[in-house]
């Protein structure tokens, strides 16, 4: 009888191979099996090697009976197409990087290593990170497994439906301004963001330094912790990191939430949001009530900035992180004859899709001359201003509740000829990465039509245990019921 690992967690997967129930090379396959049968319907993986795969899960096998240990020994994960793995490829979604073979792991995925995990297949993404539909993919869109004619969110979207979709038991993901959490919400997953400096960003394909970070989707509040215990941490390769002991964030999963104050920000429940999601975080937040919590509002004023801040300031790091990419020592290089400048002209315009060019042009601009000080020393300007205001917040409250979105997951093709609409649904989530602070997707419901919900709960600057206990208690208070 095949394995059947539509539901297993981490968790139970650990406790599986711990107790002899099952192979790492049996869970392996069965992983291989479900991606051979599903994906070509949702588009969730764009890379698999199959022989390689095997040979990892043939060596942890090895390794239990030679009586080593690792918390993760066995488990197979999947890895969003912008991480280093030394010896995959990594293109990032896009033409430009095709052919291109990481030299190296980046340091989530040897803490990952490490602690015994198999890195199983590249998950697809909006190219270089740029997007909120997976559907900006040199390698064509991936579609929402719960429902195959809406997106499944982005950039992270093809992590969230190797999860959602029953391909994988969890996934790495991204999230410069909700690129882990949104798609969670759409496909019905769990997506934690750490802090900024949480995890280290080295072997990571920079969009925008100071807003990434690199954080798993998985299907429980306590796989999502599991995975951030092996990953966080101080590294010497990424100077943002910080050097402290990393927490023991099982021990906040509790199960309750007495004595916790938790927020609701006025301004995260404005007009034109879905009235389902609407209604779905407000049960949300009643059943925290009736968990312990006390509820009180709190304001954060200049969250209607947030929007146009992050993609100015977003954008001016892309411009410069993007620039290494000329054609000249690895990837795509455009063919024809004429002086080194021409080829590099013609390999960026054939090489990146059109939304990863319009966030280039419009980097380039607010960070050219006469323009700088209007545009991106003001956005600089205004993200203090959303740090300040989730200071004062988190002066009064433990953490807090806000839709993940204000809709659910877009039909296909509905924000491609409106990029704006696209930036606008990002309102909820950029200001976590603006202000550096934590956040967690949790499923909250769905609407009539079957789409997922999710509310987010976020946490200060390295509150992840915060974070993580409202997640799981909800989670655990809604088990048995259809979400």
């Known amino acids: 009888m095949a394995l059947d690992i539509d539901q297993l967690t981490v968790r139970q997967a650990v406790v599986g191979l711990r107790t002899g129930a099952y192979s790492s090379v049996a869970l392996t396959q069965a992983m291989l099996e479900a991606i051979a049968t599903r994906n070509p319907a949702v588009n969730a993986f764009v890379w698999l090697d199959e022989a390689d795969a095997m040979r990892q899960a043939e060596a942890a096998d090895r390794a239990r009976q030679a009586g080593q240990q690792g918390v993760l020994l066995g488990v197979p994960l999947a890895v969003k197409d912008v991480l280093n793995v030394d010896g995959h490829p990594c293109s990032c979604g896009s033409k430009i990087l095709r052919g291109y073979t990481a030299l190296y792991d980046a340091t989530a995925i040897a803490r990952l290593r490490a602690a015994g995990a198999l890195l199983v297949g590249r998950t697809n993404m909006d190219e270089f990170a740029m997007g909120s539909t997976t559907e900006n993919s040199a390698f064509g869109p991936t579609r929402n497994p719960v429902a195959l004619d809406h997106v499944a969110g982005g950039s992270s979207g093809g992590s969230a439906a190797a999860v959602a979709g029953g391909m994988a038991l969890a996934a790495l993901g991204t999230d410069t301004g909700g690129s882990i959490r949104q798609p969670a919400s759409f496909c019905g997953c769990v997506g934690l963001k750490p802090s900024y400096g949480r995890i280290s960003r080295y072997g ?84 925290c009530r009736e968990l312990g919590a006390q509820i009180v509002e709190v304001s954060l004023p200049h969250t209607r900035y947030a929007v146009a801040t992050y993609y100015i300031l977003a954008a001016a790091e892309a ?163 259809a979400l």
Do not use: W
């Open 319 to 481: 411009s410069a992180n993007l620039a290494r990419f000329d054609g000249v020592r690895y990837g795509f290089r455009a063919t024809g004859e004429g002086a080194p400048i021409d080829m590099y002209k013609q390999t960026r315009a054939q090489g990146f899709g059109c939304e990863v060019q319009r966030r280039i042009i419009l980097g380039t601009y607010v960070l050219s001359s006469g323009y700088y000080d209007a545009y991106y020393l003001r956005a600089q300007k205004v993200r203090t201003l959303i740090r300040r205001d989730f200071d004062a917040a988190f002066a009064q409250c433990d953490a807090l509740l806000t839709p993940v979105a204000p809709t659910p997951a877009y039909r296909m093709g509905e924000t491609m000829d409106d990029p704006l609409h696209m930036y606008l649904g990002d309102i909820f989530t950029v200001t976590a990465n603006l202000a550096g602070v934590c956040g967690l997707s949790v499923p909250c419901g769905r609407t009539a039509g079957g789409l997922p919900i999710g509310l987010q709960v976020l946490g200060p600057a390295f509150g992840e245990e915060r974070v993580l206990r409202v997640g799981h208690a909800y989670e655990q208070s809604r088990q048995g019921e």
């Open 204 to 287: 990571l394909v920079a969009y925008a330094s100071s807003l990434d970070q690199i954080g798993p989707i998985t299907r429980t509040v306590a796989d999502a912790a599991l995975l951030l215990g092996v990953m966080a941490g101080r590294d010497a390769l990424d100077a943002t990191t910080l050097d402290q002991p990393v927490p023991d964030y099982n021990a906040a999963l509790t199960g309750d939430l007495r004595g916790l104050r938790l927020g609701l920000p006025r301004e995260y429940f404005v007009d034109g949001m879905d009235p389902e999601v609407a209604v779905a975080v407000r049960a949300a937040t009643a059943r």
